[in-house]
């Protein structure tokens, strides 16, 4: 079974913004457990349990980048970032 709310918000094609980002990445569902952050190679560059509607990404430089979401029901759903 597929829940409501990761379908809505995979329609809409947006998990996250503003995108680009500049040092904050703020998330549009509480749903979330926790984030990777990998580089165009795969290599992971950071992980975060979710505790807050919005996560630093101050460290990270400017680039391209693919956020994986992982939901509190166990989905994972991918999407790519811009850092500015």
């Known amino acids: 079974p597929c829940n409501l ?3 809505e918000i995979a329609n809409d094609g947006v998990l996250f913004y ?13 749903k979330i457990k926790f984030l990777k952050i990998f580089d165009n190679s ?3 560059i950071l992980s975060a349990s ?3 509607d ?20 166990g989905e994972v759903v991918r999407e790519n970032l811009v850092k500015m």
């Open 50 to 52: 979710i505790n807050s």
């Open 18 to 30: 503003p995108n680009p980002v500049g040092d904050f990445i703020h998330l549009k569902t509480s």
């Open 54 to 73: 919005k996560i630093s990404i101050s460290k990270l430089v400017t680039g391209n980048y693919i956020v994986e979401v992982h939901f509190e029901n």
């Open 42 to 44: 795969g290599k992971l």
């Open 5 to 7: 709310f990761v379908e």
